[in-house]
């Protein structure tokens, strides 16, 4: 047995609320950021509350694993509880660390990727079928967040890749499962962090879809 865990078998739960864990804390942090609106305690949990396991939901909902795995534990709520805590005693100091944001969005949409697409292949769904769990997965509990802040979710507008750093990394943990189950979630989440932060160190943007040339990124000017 080695010492990464085996996804294709099942998903830790040490895993599992990570990725919950720090979801929340990136959804509670939107709220405590957010200068044009002032939410109170009940809209940062909401916030907190859907990032943590909105997507999760989704996948559930999606692959037919009912009641929700995030509701069979009191674990995975007690988690989402600790993360808003940890925001509301520390989340102005964690805000200034702007890298430590970038990480922190960086890991969550990985986790959720690589979490998403193993359970869908453990549902004994195709390979593509599992990869878009995976994405929606990575992309719906932000998505949520936007509806509750009457605002568009940015991955439907010319923003940062990240809905197609969710699909790359679905895809290498798809490959890299074939060859070794073992290392494709660490596979998944070194490709989402270096993707993400090679993204925004370039400043990569979707370009607007406007024919074939829509279907590719752009630098944004500065």
Excluded: C
């Amino acid at each position: 047995m080695g010492i990464l865990p085996d996804l294709a078998s099942e998903t830790p739960l040490w895993l599992a609320l990570t990725t919950v864990g720090v979801n929340a804390v990136v959804g509670a942090l939107r709220a405590q950021v957010d200068d044009d609106r002032h939410w109170d305690i009940v809209g940062l949990s909401t916030f907190g509350v859907l990032m943590g396991l909105g997507g999760g939901f989704i996948r559930d909902l999606l692959i037919g694993n009912l009641p929700v795995e995030s509701l069979r534990t009191p674990w995975y709520l007690t988690t989402v509880i600790g993360a808003i805590v940890v925001v509301l005693v520390f989340g102005q100091r964690l805000a200034r660390v702007r890298i430590l944001v970038a990480g922190l969005n960086a890991l969550a949409l990985g986790l959720f990727a690589i979490v998403g697409v193993a359970y869908a292949l453990r549902a004994d769904l195709p390979v593509i079928s599992a990869m878009f769990v995976g994405v929606v997965s990575a992309v719906g509990g932000g998505v949520l967040v936007s509806v509750m802040k009457d605002e568009v979710p940015g991955i439907l507008l010319t923003s940062a890749p990240n809905a197609l750093v969710a699909l790359l990394v679905t895809g290498v943990y798809a490959l890299v499962d074939v060859w070794d189950p073992q290392i494709a979630g660490l596979a998944g989440i070194v490709t989402a962090v270096v993707a993400h932060f090679a993204a925004r160190q370039l400043g990569l943007r979707t370009r607007r879809a406007e024919g074939p040339s829509g279907l590719l990124l752009t630098r944004s000017k500065k």
